[in-house]
């Protein structure tokens, strides 16, 4: 008879475990995507400080390809390295066809 009553038992509180279960798996749900939520917008910060990073760096290139591009400078390059010149008059061929 004991085991008997202590299944009759079970089956009563049976309602309230289940109930108690799945309130303790919602608890820890709810902390686990907590935790989830904090580590991607950690690393979302991390991307933005390194995106924005290379923006900055992006900037700098662009500037440096600029000057080193400028007319002036492949003139002065064109002059002082290949000894080259701006052709004269004389120098200057017109071909007729």
Do not use: C
């Amino acid at each position: 008879m004991n085991i008997k009553a202590l299944l009759e038992h079970i089956r009563m509180d049976m309602p309230v475990i289940v109930m108690i279960l799945l309130v303790l798996f919602s608890a820890v749900a709810a902390i686990y995507i907590k935790h989830a939520s904090r580590s991607e917008f950690v690393q979302l910060q991390q991307l933005v400080k390194q995106r924005d990073a290379l923006n900055e760096e992006w900037g700098r290139l662009l500037l440096e390809e600029s000057t080193w591009a400028s007319p002036n400078r492949v003139e002065q390059q064109a002059k002082t390295k290949l000894n080259m010149q701006v052709p004269s008059s004389e120098m200057t061929v017109v071909i007729r066809p």
